[in-house]
């Protein structure tokens, strides 16, 4: 299996996005993780579902999770609040690395062994030519996967 076989569409978003939006579209779609591109649809981040719960928890908590068991529960409820009037690049952590890439021949190994040494949830295929990276897909730990246990079986 190559790269560009297991490559399936998948939502983008730019920095500039509204983080409610990004993480109602997470939500909707069941996504372990949104691709953030550029202007030019160039893959530049991955924003983790994790990453925007992180945001989602009030710092002392973090600290202290102990201390969640004192929010009441009307509280809790509203803990999205903390995304309104926050983008994308908002919620990207200080020390994100540029999203792993994968070639469209690269081989199942290969991608596997991206997200391994990237401990990423997805993978984006790119073809380059002579305008830049062309996005053709994403390719999800989950799908990674589901397509080794079928040609396993």
Do not use: F, W
């Not at 983790?48 to 009307?74: G, N, T, W």
């Amino acid at each position: 299996m190559r790269a560009r076989d297991l490559a399936v569409e998948y939502e983008t978003v730019g920095a500039g996005t509204d983080a409610m939006a990004a993480a109602r579209l997470m939500a909707e779609h069941r996504l372990p993780a949104l691709l953030v591109v550029d202007g030019d649809g160039t893959p530049k981040a991955i924003l983790p579902a994790s990453q925007m719960i992180k945001i989602l928890v009030p710092a002392y908590v973090i600290e202290d999770p102990m201390l969640a068991a004192v929010v009441d529960e009307r509280h809790a409820d509203r803990l999205c609040q903390a995304l309104k009037g926050r983008t994308v690049r908002d919620c990207l952590s200080k020390t994100t690395p540029a999203p792993p890439l994968a070639a469209p021949d690269d081989t199942a190994l290969e991608v596997a062994a991206q997200m391994a040494q990237a401990r990423s949830p997805l993978v984006a295929v790119v073809d380059k030519d002579n305008n830049g990276l062309r996005l053709l897909g994403v390719i999800t730990a989950s799908h990674l996967l589901e397509r080794l246990l079928i040609a396993a079986s």
